[in-house]
């Protein structure tokens, strides 16, 4: 399995990005899909996830309201479109394949990890 995450960038506070996550390897829609996201100098935290069927979401309260994770399961891809950007909101952000079909906001339950993008907000 291949997960290729991409669309991190230097942004100022209140802007938007989307993170897009290309997987390969496996039948895209068998497996749920994750964000996690790892601050300099903090552990990793769960960010949002969903199942395979895209009908369960799961999302930290640190970003509800303004965060949205979805998936296309036509373009082996997910998505976590970023709203009202904020300096905390500063890591860099992981995609992730569950074992199965289920969403999960816990990390072990999750077998395979992108490489990561950094997302820099800036006040």
């Known amino acids: 399995v291949q997960l290729q995450a991409s669309g991190g960038g230097l942004v100022q506070a209140g802007a938007s990005l989307r993170l897009s996550c290309a997987a390969s390897?496996?039948?895209?829609?068998?497996?749920?899909m994750g964000w996690f996201r790892q601050a300099p100098g903090k552990e990793r935290e769960f960010v949002a996830s969903?199942?395979?069927?895209?009908?369960?979401?799961d999302v930290a309260d640190s970003v509800k309201g303004r965060f949205t994770i979805s998936r296309d399961n036509a373009k082996n891809t997910v998505y976590l479109q970023m709203n009202s950007l904020k300096p905390e909101d500063t890591a860099v952000y992981y995609c992730?394949?569950?074992?199965?079909?289920?969403?999960?906001?816990?990390?072990?339950?999750?077998?395979?990890w992108g490489q990561g993008t950094l997302v820099t907000v800036s006040s």
């Open positions: 390897g496996r039948t895209f829609s068998n497996y749920g």
């Open positions: 992730a394949q569950s074992r199965d079909r289920s969403s999960s906001t816990s990390a072990v339950y999750f077998s395979f």
């Open positions: 969903i199942s395979g069927s895209g009908l369960i979401k």
